[in-house]
Every structure is written in C-alpha cells, then in structure tokens.
C-alpha cells in the first residue's frame, strides 16, 4: 500500500520556513489512528524546491559574426534561476 501527501511550495517559502529557490526538503512522517500515532517513517529522499527561471533579458543578435550558415546572439540571465543553474 502507498500513500502520499502534497505540501505547497508556498507554505515551505513562506514567513515560517523562508526556503529559498533550490532548497532540499526532507520529511518524516507517521500515521494517526484512532489508537494514537505511529513511529516516524525513515526520512525520505530529498526533493528540490524548483520553479520555472525568469526569460533572459536583452536579447541581441551579434551582427558582425552573422554567416549564411549561422547567427549569433548574446543575452542577460533573468534575476531569479528558479533554484537550478540555468
């Protein structure tokens, strides 16, 4: 038998946690019954806290190494990476 549970990315940002972007989390967990909880489990394997990076910024092509083949461009990393080198 499996079961699972899902949490919010925002409770585990929020005021009382305050993970950053690219955080692992851990969890434990134990059962509740009408005769009282369980022993906690082993702790789970680490999940990252990820979301979608911000879109570059000021995207341009580089002119003078354009060929009939090939174009270049250059560009910024958007502020936020969403927790993972982009």
Known sequence: ????????????????????????????????????YSFYSAQGNGAVILTVPDAPTEVKETVMSRTATSITFTWLKGEDNGGAVV
């Open 1 to 36: 038998m499996s079961a699972s549970c899902s949490v919010p990315i925002a409770t585990l940002r929020a005021s009382s946690f305050q993970l950053p972007w690219g955080s692992s989390v851990w969890a434990r967990v134990n059962a509740f019954n009408k005769y009282g």
